[in-house]
């Protein structure tokens, strides 16, 4: 089994921060504690999203964060970036692993727990799965699956996931006792006042934990 040592996975999202730049808001991150961050704009040109990237990867690099890529195992390559978080619709964690070879990390967005077995038995290193509260950007998915799903997913599932969709931090104590191995957020520390004091809190709470 993988062990991870990181409990946050911050999802970018340019269009949920508050009117403030993208890379302000992942160096406010950077510098409050959160040590994984997945790069994920999609609605972008292949073009705009390498140029975007480039200059995330520069933030990431100077603070020691490790930087997922979203989809893209070309941008991954080409950035040399901490690893690659494939979409449940995306390409197989096998075609990806020979792409990449065996020292980046694989993700896999799962919905369901017979997607979280079938990315773990084709060697996924983690998954972020859910969603497990309703949130209006993961209506699409499904409805929500609910911390019994979670529960659930925990008994049959070894390897490592991060819990997504509506979580706060008034939720973190549910998800955590519930077993997930962590979160995935996107606009509670993108849209926050403060970023720095947000990203402190979650991660002081879960240390609590």
């Keep these: 089994m993988t062990l991870l040592d990181f409990k946050f996975y911050m999802i970018t999202d340019r269009h949920q921060t508050a009117g403030r730049p993208l890379l302000e808001v992942i160096e406010a991150a950077a510098l409050s ?5 997945q790069f ?17 990867k520069k933030v990431t690099d100077h603070y020691g964060v490790s930087l997922m890529i979203n989809d893209r195992v ?4 080409a950035l040399d970036a901490a690893g690659v978080h494939l979409p449940s619709t995306g390409l197989s964690v096998g075609l990806a692993r020979a792409l990449v070879g065996p020292d980046k990390r694989i993700a896999v967005s799962c919905h369901s727990i017979l997607e979280l077995k079938q990315a773990e038995a084709l060697g ?9 509260y309703d949130t209006p950007s993961k209506r699409s998915y499904g409805a929500a699956l609910g911390l019994s799903v979670l ?24 998800i955590f006792s519930a077993g997930a191995d962590g979160v995935a957020m996107i606009s509670e ?12 809190s979650l991660v002081q709470a879960s240390k609590m934990l």
């Design 189 to 200: 520390i993108s849209t926050a006042d403060d970023i720095q004091a947000r990203c402190r």
């Design 33 to 37: 504690g959160i040590s994984v961050i």
């Design 151 to 174: 529960k659930q997913a925990v008994l049959e599932v070894q390897m490592p996931f991060f819990a997504i969709g509506g979580i706060n931090q008034s939720r973190l104590a549910d």
């Design 40 to 56: 994920r704009e999609k609605d972008l040109s292949p073009r705009k999203q390498f140029d975007l990237a480039v200059k995330v």
């Design 124 to 132: 996924a290193d983690f998954a972020v799965f859910g969603p497990i």
């Design 74 to 77: 070309d941008l991954c390559l």
